[in-house]
């Protein structure tokens, strides 16, 4: 049977000379936007994939052709590169520019975003792969291996891994923890030199267990995604070698394309052809659609479409009943190409399977195939144990014989054993950590007779180099400052004592480091400040040291001590105070010790989540303390209501129940965390593990408004202010300057109150109106009140602005009395701003509020709407 040829719609024009270029296409995440690019042409191209009728969005930022693109996974960011050898980047889907992140020094060949989208790796015909942070701007990498033009390169599923292949057929295996090859394979894919329209590709699983390379037999080769080693072959009906290749979204198709002009869809497992096309013009470049079996398609005359048979599914075509577009042979045309009369050029035909006489002509071949298989047969037998073992382990953890994290983190011991924050579980052979905070790490393995100890810093600028320390006590925790590092063991010292040693990292004395030995008691934790060194022992004693090894303290504690941490000059420590509860939930207090002052300051119940332990405990980046517990729950100290904690983060909303999450620490907006998968609760030392930045939220109720982002916010705003204001008060008391903490408050008043008018906003346009009066009541400034009255009003709430009004009043006239004017403002700054309400209204006004609910205002109001705007011009 024969297979008719497909024609496709022309998105990039290629010049006079018509010549082969190197086209690229890719989906959004959300399958709304298709994103085009040719070398042939200097302009992207943003398709409406909903609409595909709708002109397309053109990008002309280039000098010169684009020669590949990228977006970020969660498509806000775009990348571009091209032959005049920048790389620049757009916000998506808008296309506004944002910057040229990069210029290498020849043209631009392959681009890559890590999983997190903070990684761009760039490279081409330059020596060596750029890695550069997209935040800073700043390349904090080059790995250099390959010989010729780098032609693709993706990151691992944990971005632990990274490989590349280049025009000469060289594969690289990097270890990005180290920056260094850990597999070269060269000469494994096609040889295309110098021609620019064709590359070397190459892809990972969606489940990294495998990388698909094109093979030298016009087949694509599977190597196993962590040793690199050859699983087997997908060989069948490319007659020349294939160019391109794409993974399905669940990784149980692969599309081919060759220079054969023809494209084939593989099921992996059954390693069988399911689907094949014929095309005019070789595929340059393919994308899966995210949702869905189609696949988008462009050929090397910049011509693309969307095959949306690609798989054969019983479910309705998407691009039924949409007008401006049609479906010919499974793909997705416009009408423009039925009118254009050229289709009796080129008969359309059906998308088929493999046909009978294909069939029997592979039987034919099979004694040949056979010989030329048989070196493979050793590697599809290993693929076939590794895979049994794969889904083994996937039957177990469904069917709950292997753990998962719910299972894992709900066994809570009787009495919980004291642990090191930032310390993992010791294993033979293997390097474990001491110590992990958001300073460095302090890492150990066992060798014959004594460990071998590593410091590191993760900004070297911020602390020195420290020479590896070769440690004969068999040390078991660790803590680590700016200053120096504090080590401790149970028992294992001198005559079988427990040890204490402190190293500073830098001092006058050659001989500052000391040790201290504790007989009948030994150290459970360690903790480090400004100008002390902390130990808890076995027998609830509570030791501080002075930097130079001074006895300084020794208290008594109530309980066996859980663990301990320290910030500046201030000690925190967790201990029993009684019996586990009848349910097993522990009952534990915490203490913070001001050690320059002698005072306790803080003193209370720690909360924990019922059927939860502690896992985690510690203080923020701004000296806020706090605790993660084993049911994934971050809860900060605060001082509102005397002292109470909230819940900042919860690791159930993220619905993630695979994952587990090691904390390292967190500053006033993020959570800094290793990301384990289930069962395994602790990351491994090599290769150094990755930190997660997770945004920390409130867990709060959904209010039916769609504006829970904002009501988190809100919250977010308040707790802050409320931690700034106490600092003003003790620095004020202390006769400190407070100018900049004042700033910093005006400031995040200032936010909280665009917070709240665009939550006023939404509460309008859900109808519920006394909700937004108790928001007005809330706002800082005049101006942000008047303001609120003139949303309301455009929104054609007459009594609401009423209301607002009467508010506004009772401000003014509260004012005028010398009364406090409005909620929460108690700093010297804003009592001087109120003095002068036009000068107040210069550093805030109303919101964007179109861009928050664009339902709200409906287009007869839109004149009214436009004096709102979010900076005025005047502090411009």
């Keep these: 049977m024969n297979i008719s040829t497909m024609k496709l719609p022309e998105a990039h024009k290629n010049g006079e000379n018509l010549r082969p270029s190197c086209c690229s296409i890719l989906w959004d995440s959300e399958a709304d936007h298709i994103v085009t690019a040719s070398s042939a042409d200097n302009s992207i191209c943003i398709h409406d994939a909903v609409s595909p009728s709708n002109p397309p969005k053109i990008l002309d930022n280039h000098r010169e052709g684009v020669t590949v693109l990228a977006l970020s996974p969660d498509s806000t960011c775009l990348a571009s590169g091209s032959l005049d050898h920048s790389v620049k980047l757009y916000e998506f889907p808008g296309g506004d520019f944002k910057t040229n992140i990069i210029t290498l020094k020849l043209p631009v060949c392959a681009l890559a975003f890590n999983n997190k989208g903070w990684v761009l790796a760039a490279a081409g015909d330059d020596e060596g792969i750029k890695l550069v942070n997209t935040f800073t701007g700043r390349i904090s990498r080059i790995l250099k291996g390959h010989e010729g033009s780098i032609t693709s390169m993706a990151f691992g599923p944990k971005n632990d891994y990274f490989a590349s292949l280049d025009s000469t057929g060289t594969f690289i295996y990097w270890d990005l923890v180290f920056g260094c090859t850990l597999y070269v394979l060269k000469a494994i894919a096609p ?19 495998m990388l698909a390379v094109p093979g030298l037999k016009n087949d694509v080769v599977m190597y196993d995604g962590v040793t690199a080693e050859r699983l087997f072959s997908l060989r069948g009906d490319h007659l020349r070698p294939i160019c391109f290749l794409s993974w399905s979204p669940d990784g149980k198709y692969l599309a081919t394309s060759g220079l054969d002009k023809q494209i084939l869809i593989w099921d992996v497992d059954m390693k069988q052809i399911i689907g094949k096309q014929e095309f005019i013009e070789c595929i340059s470049c393919m994308a899966w659609k995210p949702h869905g079996k189609a696949l988008a398609v462009i050929d090397v005359m910049g011509k693309y479409g969307v095959w949306e048979s690609a798989v054969q599914s019983p479910m309705k075509s998407s691009s039924e009943d949409v007008p401006g ?32 006489k294909r069939l029997r002509q592979r039987h034919k071949n099979e004694d040949e195939w056979k010989k030329e298989n048989d070196d493979e047969l050793e590697y599809i037998l290993k693929f076939k144990s590794f895979e049994k073992s794969y889904h083994g382990r996937k039957d177990n953890v469904a069917n709950g014989k292997s753990g998962s994290r719910n299972v894992i983190s709900n066994v809570v011991p009787k009495v919980q054993e004291a642990f090191q924050p930032g310390a993992t579980p010791a294993k033979a052979g293997q390097r474990s950590f001491l110590c992990y905070n958001m300073l460095g790490s302090i890492t150990t393995m066992e060798h014959d007779g004594y460990s071998r100890i590593e410091i590191d810093f993760h900004d070297t600028s911020r602390g020195p180099r420290v020479p590896a320390i070769n440690d004969y006590f068999g040390f078991t925790m660790a803590s680590l400052s700016e200053n120096g590092c504090a080590f401790a063991n149970p028992c294992r010292g001198e005559k079988n004592m427990s040890t204490l040693m402190y190293q500073p990292f830098s001092t006058w004395d050659n001989n500052s480091e000391w040790s201290m030995q504790f007989e009948g008691e030994e150290v459970r934790v360690v903790a480090l400040g400004d100008s002390w060194v902390a130990a808890v022992t076995s027998i609830n004693l509570l030791r501080i040291f002075t930097h130079g090894g001074l006895q300084r303290y020794i208290l008594s504690l109530e309980g066996p001590v859980v663990t ?31 050690i320059p002052n002698g005072t306790r300051p803080l003193r209370g119940r720690l909360p924990l989540t019922p059927g939860s332990c502690l896992k985690w405990f510690g203080f923020s980046d701004e000296g806020q303390l706090s605790s993660f517990d084993s049911k994934g729950v971050l809860r900060v100290y605060t001082n509102l209501y005397g002292g109470s904690w909230l819940p900042l983060f919860s690791a159930s909303k993220l619905n993630k129940s695979e994952e587990n999450y090691w904390v390292v620490g967190l500053n006033t907006r993020k959570l800094f965390c290793v990301v384990c998968k289930s069962p395994e609760s602790f990351p491994q030392c090599t290769p150094k593990p990755i930190l997660t930045l997770l945004d920390l939220s409130f867990p709060l109720a959904s209010s039916g408004l769609g504006a829970d982002c904002l009501e988190n916010e809100f919250m977010m705003y308040k707790m802050h202010l409320s931690q700034i204001k106490k600092s003003i008060q003790e620095m004020g008391a202390l006769g400190h300057d407070t100018t900049s903490l004042e700033d910093e408050t005006f400031n995040l008043e200032t936010s909280l109150d665009t917070c709240i008018l665009r939550l006023i906003a939404s509460c309008c346009n859900g109808n519920k109106l006394v909700r937004a009066t108790e928001l007005v009541k809330l706002l800082s400034l005049e101006k942000s009140v008047r303001d609120a009255i003139t949303l309301v009003t455009a929104l054609k709430l007459p009594n609401l602005a009423e209301r607002f009004g009467n ?16 909620p929460d403002i108690k700093s010297n700054c804003e009592d001087s701003i109120r003095t002068n309400n036009s000068a107040s209204s210069k550093f805030f006004t109303a919101p964007k509020i179109g861009k928050t609910s664009d339902n709200i205002i409906s287009s007869p109001l839109k004149h009214q709407t436009a004096s709102f705007h979010l900076v005025d011009k005047e502090i411009k």
Excluded at 339 to 350: K, Q, R, V
Excluded at 564 to 590: C, N, Q, R, T
Excluded at 807 to 822: C, D, F, R, S, W
């Design 807 to 822: 508010i506004l009043q009772e401000k003014l006239h509260n004012e005028a009395i010398g009364n406090t004017v409005l």
């Design 325 to 356: 577009l049609y479906v010919r042979n499974g793909f997705l045309l416009f009408d423009e190409e039925e009118e254009s009369g050229n289709l009796n050029e080129d008969s359309f035909g059906e998308s088929v399977p493999p046909c009978r």
């Design 191 to 209: 040889n295309y030199g110098s021609d620019v329209s064709l590359t070397n590709i190459l892809a990972w699983s969606p489940d990294g267990n």
């Design 564 to 594: 301990a941490a320290g910030f500046k000059d201030e000690l925190a420590v967790v201990m029993h105070i009684s019996p586990s509860l009848p349910s097993d939930d522990p009952m534990f207090e915490y203490r913070v010790f001001n």
